[in-house]
């Protein structure tokens, strides 16, 4: 879908604003092996004890895209960024774990980090969910992180005319002070956290930092349900 210049633009300067807004003051936060846990592939996953006064904040942010029972005892949070290269297999893994466990409430939020082009498909999806809700949002970051290369504006766009939503709607709310500050505050919660690649997820009061896969991802969740650790 063809994308006019001069909005195509602003939705790039506002996004590279973005960007660098959440970059700056980033926590101190350490992570290395707080939980002796390991991912699907073997590994030891890095992950932290993270602070409850930060963390009691996530609810709060603006734009944040839910799935699963309002009422779950346990949301897993998802940090993503459109274009790292193991987002699309964590996309999978996190569709996958909202299918298997109806108890499990999922919220994504946004922290791209690599590319003015993934804050532009970020702005996009917020608008998307600002327009249509969070089911019509998890649709539109299954569609995008479904496909292979490089994801944009344009792209972005595209998905969410397909969702029904007139370009130029998208595209005003895209650019609007709301989805702006959505973004900042969501990439500002990441930074405070430490969460300083992509994926990575807050389950409880743990930050864990990259993609375990959904094997591993599904025993932390069920060890957080036992005793609040990310292993008993």
């Not at 993503?80 to 569709?95: I, L, T």
């Amino acid at each position: 879908m063809p994308v006019s210049k001069p909005v195509s633009r602003r939705l790039l300067l506002a996004a590279a604003a973005a960007l660098g807004a959440g970059l700056t003051g980033a926590s101190a936060q350490s992570y290395g092996q707080r939980v002796a846990v390991t991912g699907d592939d073997g590994r030891a996953v890095a992950n932290s004890i993270l602070p409850g006064e930060i963390t009691g904040q996530i609810p709060g942010l603006r734009g944040v895209t839910y799935v699963g029972p309002r009422d779950a005892g346990t949301t897993l949070y998802e940090f993503f960024d459109f274009n790292c290269p193991y987002c699309r297999k964590a996309a999978a893994d996190v569709v996958a774990l909202h299918d298997s466990d109806p108890e499990l409430r999922i919220g994504l939020v946004h922290n791209p980090i690599l590319s003015p082009q993934s804050a532009q498909a970020a702005k996009v999806m917020l608008a998307v969910q600002r327009k249509l809700g969070s089911e019509a949002a998890w649709r539109f970051y299954q569609t995008l992180l479904g496909k292979p290369g490089r994801i944009d504006g344009p792209g972005a766009l595209t998905a969410a005319a397909a969702l029904g939503i007139p370009q130029a709607e998208v595209e005003a709310i895209a650019d609007s002070e709301e989805v702006r500050a959505a973004l900042k505050s969501q990439m500002r919660m990441a930074a405070d956290l430490g969460l300083y690649a992509t994926p990575s997820y807050v389950l409880g009061n743990s930050g864990i930092l990259g993609h375990p896969g959904a094997g591993a991802m599904a025993k932390m969740i069920a060890s957080v349900r036992r005793c609040d650790r990310l292993a008993c």
